[in-house]
Structures are given as C-alpha cells and as structure tokens.
C-alpha cells in the first residue's frame, strides 16, 4: 500500500534488552522516523514530506537536492550501550548520470516532516507544509536554519560513491559510530544525517527511496551493533510531592548502588532522570556484578531503600518498581498516593528526617512568595505555597525518618 508510514524494525539478535537477560552483543535494524529533502528555492517554500523519494546533488538546471534522514534510536538502543558498528542502507531508484560521490554529515538543528508530496518523479519538490523542512526553513514557515540549505557539520561521517540503480551502504566508520554514540548519550541531540551529493558538476543527483516508498524492501534501513558492558537499573520510582495520581512531575534524583552487606557501602551511583512515570534509567560503570541495595535520593525526599539487596551483572539490566508495594521498600518505609507507594517527600534539609527544621525553610520560602525551582517546593509547581507546608507538616507529625540497615 502507497504511503505506509509505520516504522519498519526488525532485530537480528536473540536477545532484546529489556527482557532482562544478559548478553555480549546485540544487533538491531531499523528504519528511519523522517526523512525529507531539501530543494534549493530562495522563497523556500518546497518541500517533500510524504513523498517516495529523496535526492542528493544538482538537477539539470543546476539546482541543488540535499537529503534529510533520521533515526528514533532509544526505541531500541538503552542509553548504557557502547556502539560497536553501524551501517546505512539506501537503495537508489533513479539517476542521468555515473559515480558520484554522496557524503553523509551529522545534522545540528531539529527539522521536520509533514504531508508535502510531489507528483511524478518528484525531482521539483511540492509546496511545503506546515511544519516542512526546505530549504531555508526547519519547520516550514516559521523556524529558520542558520544558514540556507540547512544546518550541518562540514566533515562528512561516511561517503559512498553511488553509480547505477541498487542499493549503497555508508559505513561503519568511526564518525558514524560517534555520531550515534553521540545521539545515544544524548537523545536531544539526535537529529539524524544529512546526504550531500556533488554539488560541482550538473547533473549529479541521486535519488533514493524513502520510508513512504511502496516498496518495503528498498526503504532505508539502519543497522547498529552495541554491547552493554556495565550493569544497568530500569527503576521506577514515585516522590510523594511531585505525584499528583496521574503523573510525576519530571525530575532528577541520585541513584546509589550499595553493598547488601555490612556496613552497606557506597559502590556506585548515577544521576537518573525520573519521567513523569517515575521511570529512570542508570548505567553503573564502577559497579561490577554483585548484589546491592538500590537507594534513591533525591533533593527534598526520604533516602529510600531497596527491601533487599539485588542482583547485578555486567551486561545484565535490572528491573526494580517501588511503587507497587510498600514492601519494596526497606522498612515499607513508603506513602500510599493514589494508589501508588512514594517515597517520602519533605526532606529539605536532606538531614535523614522530616522535621521542624524542614518546615520552617518551607514557610519561609512561601512566605515570600518565592518561585522557581526550589528545594522547598515539594509538589514541582514552581511556587513555594501552603501546599508545600502541609506536605512537610504532615511528614514531620509522622515522624517520617530515613529507614535503613
């Protein structure tokens, strides 16, 4: 069927990350998310989202053709893994002239894709829709590049030269591997390729055929080898404050792996990111395989234990849930919210305790209407109000304290 847009994923591996097992290499391809093409136009108004091709080099009237493509990578790649090799399949459908060299260059800017679609051959591009990438927009009509023809490094990341109809391959080279590296470490980053033809001589464009192309089998496909050398956390945990029964306010919190024996001490920690989901997850380099305790620490919150040590290995993800019962915790040393157990929140002081002390910073700040983020806002909305007393009131008239072997 024309214009299938669902994301073509295949693994070529017998092991998938998140099952838990343990595993040296991992071998995973994909196709891309969007993919688009930049058509030289000074108004900047061409574009072609949806179509079935994209191009690379100079048309015969001199024009230039740079093609867009991107990867979402973190659907299938954890944030712990170390890329070993990578390569980009491309099949090339139409073309006037011999070997060119195409060159693929990591973008810098975000850009995008929307429901342009070019008749025929689509060589000319169609009028650009909202949110199209052309030639000097990212988002059609209101986000610009820095420059006209888009936003990318100088040096290319892998370069093929591309003769008659088939399919061409672009690495593994070290720069590609750094790029997705790159983009693995840092998903907000991840803004994918750009193909860069000749520009010099006229004809020298390539077209090659994209995700939306009726044929499954010439669609771009990434394929990327990593392995995951360090024992890795799948957490889900929940602060009180900041869960409202439906959501989490996003924030960051310290997770400590600690010895499951006496005097429990600290081996490994690493920063995680909590979702609105509470889930996180960390990569412990220092680690090894062992068993430890999980403890979670966040800026104004209870230190929160695991019930029992865990097992850990190299190349292993482990998977932990607190919310799900008060006995996840050690001591069961959590708050029932909305049916879901959190870790206690109020702790400004981070002394171990929910006390006078606590409070007072609290209704300090709320007295002066302070605003921002604060480590006396416990419920994340940016104001420091009566809420946030009651919050810290409550815990200290329970007497909330850190629990621990």
Not at 102 to 124: A, F, H, Y
Not at 318 to 324: D, G, I, L, P, Q
Request: net charge negative; hydrophobic share 35%; charged share 15%.
């Amino acid at each position: 069927m024309r214009k299938l847009t669902s994301l073509f994923i295949s693994i070529f591996f017998s092991f998938i990350l998140y099952s838990g097992n343990s595993y040296s290499q991992i071998t995973v391809s994909m196709g891309p998310t969007a993919d688009n093409t930049l058509y030289e136009d000074a108004s900047g108004t061409t574009s072609n989202g949806s179509g079935d091709y994209l191009f690379a080099g100079k048309t015969g009237s001199g024009l230039i053709r740079r093609g867009l493509i991107s990867f979402k990578l973190d659907s299938l790649i954890p944030p712990c893994a170390i890329i070993q090799s990578c390569t980009l399949k491309l099949h090339m459908s139409r073309t006037a002239v011999g070997p060119k060299d195409v060159e693929l260059k990591k973008v810098l800017s975000s850009w995008g894709e929307s429901t342009s679609d070019p008749i025929g051959e689509e060589g000319s591009g169609a009028q650009a829709e909202t949110g199209d990438a052309t030639w000097k927009h990212r988002y059609f009509n209101t986000v610009f590049w820095t420059s006209d023809g888009g936003d990318f490094s100088q040096d290319p990341s892998a370069v093929t030269t591309v003769n008659a109809t088939g399919f061409y391959t672009w690495g593994s080279t070290q720069e590609m591997i750094d790029d997705i590296q790159s983009w693995v470490d840092n998903p907000n980053s991840n803004y994918g390729w750009l193909l860069e033809g000749d520009e010099h001589s006229t004809p020298s464009a390539k077209r090659f055929d994209t995700k939306e192309n009726d044929s499954v089998n010439f669609r771009p496909v990434l394929t990327v080898t990593y392995t995951l050398n360090i024992p890795a956390l799948n957490l889900t945990s929940l602060i009180e404050g900041l869960w409202n029964g439906s959501m989490m306010v996003s924030d960051t919190a310290r997770i400590y792996l600690r010895n499951a024996s006496s005097p429990y001490t600290k081996v490994d920690s690493s920063t995680s990111l909590l979702n609105i989901a509470g889930k996180g997850l960390s990569c412990y380099s220092n680690a090894g395989s062992g068993n430890f305790f999980i403890v979670v620490t966040h800026r104004n919150s209870i230190d929160t234990w695991s019930a029992a040590g865990q097992t850990f290995a190299i190349g292993n993800l482990k998977v932990y849930n607190f919310t799900s019962s008060s006995s996840q915790a050690f001591g069961n040393n959590m708050i029932l919210k909305a049916g879901k157990y959190c870790n206690y929140s109020g702790d400004v002081s981070r002394d171990g305790s929910v006390d006078l002390t606590d409070i007072v910073l609290v209704f300090n700040d709320a007295a002066i209407f302070a605003g921002g983020y604060l480590v006396t806002d416990l419920n994340g909305d940016t104001f420091v109000d009566l809420t946030d007393v009651v919050i810290a009131f409550n815990n200290s008239a329970n007497f909330v304290t850190v629990i621990s072997p």
